[in-house]
T-cell receptor, first 114, second 114 residues
Framework: AQSVTQPDIHITVSEGASLELRCNYS??????LFWYVQSPGQGLQLLLK??????LVQGIKGFEAEFKRSQSSFNLRKPSVHWSDAAEYFC????????????FGQGTTLQVKP | GAVVSQHPSWVICKSGTSVKIECRSL??????MFWYRQFPKQSLMLMAT?????????EQGVEKDKFLINHASLTLSTLTVTSAHPEDSSFYIC??????????FGPGTRLTVT
């Protein structure tokens, strides 16, 4: 079955440290890939997206993600985490192209230690 | 960026009553909107696709008679939870497409059924 997996439910990093959040998808073709961040009281905000082309994509707030077809992965990275990055992060895929129907991973809660 | 609003942001109702949740695209038109449900500490699950001027399309396992969706205009979709029960308590989130393969999410509505 088509699915999105975020293996890490909860991650804690120190402020200033680097971050990598993992995302794997199960699908025959290359789906449209997204990373969203959810903060309490706010709607999901798009960090970045990948459809085709350069496999390393840059997003907002200093985030980047790399698509690796061979590993069916789309991991999110940030070189230096800020305390304000503490939030819930979701990887999502649109399996049918630009339908807008998204399948979300389980989410990863990021905690930032001072 | 485009803005999607939801009203109310939270609602408490008694078991057996119905509750209507509104989703509005404030600065763009959306022929299609999506409704998601999110349980505490869990991911978003797509419930249905709201189509302007036609019937909604429900995902497998979602009761269409319980979750009534009406997409009356290009900027408004409503979700009515009929005869609500405590198990319907959840966080309901809508999204709308603003172009560029991006979905914009509302801030969500917290429903508590007592």
């Amino acid at each position: 079955a088509q699915s999105v997996t975020q293996p890490d439910i909860h991650i804690t990093v120190s402020e200033g440290a680097s971050l990598e959040l993992r995302c794997n998808y199960s699908y025959g073709a290359t789906p449209y890939l997204f990373w969203y961040v959810q903060s309490p009281g706010q709607g999901l905000q798009l960090l970045l997206k990948y459809f085709s082309g350069d496999t390393l994509v840059q997003g907002i707030k200093g985030f980047e993600a790399e698509f690796k077809r061979s590993q069916s992965s789309f991991n999110l990275r940030k070189p230096s985490v800020h305390w304000s990055d503490a939030a819930e992060y979701f990887c999502a895929v649109d399996l049918s192209g630009n339908t807008g129907k998204l399948i979300f991973g389980q989410g990863t809660t990021l905690q930032v230690k001072p | 960026g485009a803005v999607v609003s939801q009203h109310p942001s939270w609602v408490i109702c008694k078991s057996g009553t119905s509750v209507k949740i509104e989703c509005r695209s404030l600065d763009f038109q959306a022929t299609t909107m999506f409704w998601y449900r999110q349980f505490p500490k869990q991911s978003l699950m797509l419930m249905a696709t709201s189509n302007e001027g036609s019937k909604a399309t429900y995902e497998q396992g979602v009761e269409k008679d319980k979750f009534l969706i009406n997409h009356a205009s290009l900027t408004l979709s409503t979700l009515t939870v009929t005869s609500a029960h405590p198990e319907d308590s959840s966080f309901y989130i809508c999204s709308a497409g603003g172009g560029s393969y991006e979905q914009y999410f509302g801030p969500g509505t917290r429903l508590t059924v007592t």
